[in-house]
């Protein structure tokens, strides 16, 4: 509507005492010059008053693990394909695996909340002093909710938010880095980090490129912020290649099956590997994701203390072993004991290592995974 001929206009607010909104649009607008980016931006959080962020270290205060109680041999796996226990072994580094039985209430949600359950026991903490619950799994017992809400409800961690990450066996790695940096940032003091898989509900057991390698586990860590700016995170690296997904994959539907493929060969809600493309693909990767993280921090392979890598295949480990001239002491395994348990190989590894007393305060450990996407990620921490 339009104003009287005799009203007044309102004044205008004064900007409050020491702002210069021309400034501030200035210093929101402006592009700077590449050479000076750092100095700007630094000019422009002064002028804008934007919160820095604190000073926070991260500390790995608790882990746990969780297996399921059915052992499933390579003698139990030559009774379903043509294999036997020695031709798996040479490949793959694997005598068994373990794989969860429904009649005992074993599931992947089990899994989760027991291994976070005892990850909580060893830091002397209650699911209640959690800020956050992130879940690293592609094997979901339903859609929805996430896994990670379930285990919230199941631990009784009150409102902690919770979500679910999936990037198949780098899931834990990923959401590691995930947890960490929200710590750092100062947004949460308290996460409980879950990587766990049951591929065994993915597994077509007549494929036995696919079925001597998997098994089912559950591994967990807790984070919580702490004064010492010394531990945490020294470098980290999160990658995909979406354009090669079709070399590892879960289709739900026959159309989901890429061209080109083997329909016959092919089963919806089963996992499809080329297993040729995946082992060239994870032993170069393996390889270069090791050496970037190491040149991200600015450290040679020997000073690194361990290295807690995903269990994918023992050739692949040893080739990373050989490559950098890492000690077996250094670079641990337990595929033979478990086999590849997806996002739950990390975190079980780590748990086994901490429990057997490896790891000490202020050592570097270097954590490593790949998988399905592709995706690989790396996280580099003194811990």
């Given at each position: 509507?339009?104003?009287?001929?005799?009203?007044?206009?309102?004044?205008?607010?004064?900007?409050?005492?020491?702002?210069?909104?021309?400034?501030?649009?200035?210093?929101?607008?402006?592009?700077?010059?590449?050479?000076?980016?750092?100095?700007?931006?630094?000019?422009?959080?002064?002028?804008?008053?934007?919160?820095?962020?604190?000073?926070?270290?991260?500390?790995?205060?608790?882990?746990?693990?969780?297996?399921?109680?059915?052992?499933?041999?390579?003698?139990?796996?030559?009774?379903?394909?043509?294999?036997?226990?020695?031709?798996?072994?040479?490949?793959?580094?694997?005598?068994?695996?373990?794989?969860?039985?429904?009649?005992?209430?074993?599931?992947?949600?089990?899994?989760?909340?027991?291994?976070?359950?005892?990850?909580?026991?060893?830091?002397?903490?209650?699911?209640?002093?959690?800020?956050?619950?992130?879940?690293?799994?592609?094997?979901?017992d339903m859609r929805c909710p996430s896994t990670a809400c379930?285990?919230?409800?199941?631990?009784?961690?009150?409102?902690?938010?919770?979500?679910?990450?999936?990037?198949?066996?780098?899931?834990?790695?990923?959401?590691?880095?995930?947890?960490?940096?929200?710590?750092?940032?100062?947004?949460?003091?308290?996460?409980?980090?879950?990587?766990?898989?049951?591929?065994?509900?993915?597994?077509?057991?007549?494929?036995?490129?696919?079925?001597?390698?998997?098994?089912?586990?559950?591994?967990?860590?807790?984070?919580?912020?702490?004064?010492?700016?010394?531990?945490?995170?020294?470098?980290?690296?999160?990658?995909?290649?979406?354009?090669?997904?079709?070399?590892?994959?879960?289709?739900?539907?026959?159309?989901?099956?890429?061209?080109?493929?083997?329909?016959?060969?092919?089963?919806?809600?089963?996992?499809?590997?080329?297993?040729?493309?995946?082992?060239?693909?994870?032993?170069?990767?393996?390889?270069?994701?090791?050496?970037?993280?190491?040149?991200?921090?600015?450290?040679?392979?020997?000073?690194?203390?361990?290295?807690?890598?995903?269990?994918?295949?023992?050739?692949?480990?040893?080739?990373?072993?050989?490559?950098?001239?890492?000690?077996?002491?250094?670079?641990?395994?337990?595929?033979?004991?478990?086999?590849?348990?997806?996002?739950?190989?990390?975190?079980?590894?780590?748990?086994?290592?901490?429990?057997?007393?490896?790891?000490?305060?202020?050592?570097?450990?270097?954590?490593?995974?790949?998988?399905?996407?592709?995706?690989?990620?790396?996280?580099?921490?003194?811990?």
């Amino acid at each position: 509507m339009g104003e009287s001929a005799g009203a007044k206009r309102p004044k205008a607010a004064k900007p409050g005492p020491g702002v210069d909104p021309v400034a501030i649009l200035s210093a929101m607008t402006a592009t700077p010059p590449v050479s000076s980016s750092s100095t700007h931006l630094a000019a422009a959080r002064r002028t804008l008053a934007l919160p820095t962020p604190p000073k926070i270290g991260v500390r790995i205060a608790g882990t746990g693990s969780q297996l399921p109680s059915r052992v499933v041999s390579n003698a139990d796996i030559a009774t379903i394909v043509d294999t036997n226990d020695e031709w798996i072994h040479q490949r793959t580094g694997i005598r068994e695996r373990r794989v969860c039985d429904p009649t005992k209430g074993e599931s992947n949600r089990w899994l989760c909340a027991e291994s976070l359950r005892k990850a909580l026991a060893d830091a002397k903490m209650q699911a209640t002093e959690l800020d956050l619950i992130i879940c690293g799994t592609i094997t979901q017992d339903m859609r929805c909710p996430s896994t990670a809400c379930l285990v919230a409800g199941d631990l009784k961690a009150g409102t902690a938010a919770a979500w679910d990450l999936g990037a198949a066996c780098s899931s834990f790695v990923y959401a590691l880095n995930t947890a960490h940096d929200l710590i750092r940032m100062g947004n949460y003091r308290a996460i409980g980090v879950i990587g766990c898989d049951t591929v065994s509900v993915l597994v077509d057991y007549t494929n036995r490129g696919v079925c001597i390698l998997f098994g089912d586990g559950a591994g967990a860590a807790v984070l919580r912020a702490t004064d010492d700016q010394t531990k945490g995170c020294i470098a980290q690296i999160n990658h995909a290649d979406g354009s090669s997904w079709p070399d590892l994959y879960m289709p739900g539907e026959d159309w989901m099956i890429p061209e080109g493929a083997d329909r016959s060969t092919h089963k919806s809600g089963c996992l499809q590997m080329n297993g040729k493309a995946v082992f060239k693909f994870a032993v170069s990767t393996f390889q270069e994701l090791i050496q970037q993280t190491l040149d991200k921090a600015g450290l040679s392979a020997g000073e690194v203390d361990l290295y807690v890598c995903h269990q994918s295949n023992m050739r692949i480990l040893e080739a990373a072993r050989d490559k950098f001239g890492i000690p077996e002491h250094k670079l641990l395994t337990n595929i033979e004991r478990v086999g590849n348990t997806s996002a739950g190989s990390v975190p079980l590894l780590l748990d086994e290592i901490a429990r057997q007393g490896k790891i000490k305060e202020g050592m570097k450990v270097m954590f490593v995974a790949f998988g399905a996407g592709l995706t690989w990620s790396s996280s580099l921490w003194q811990v």
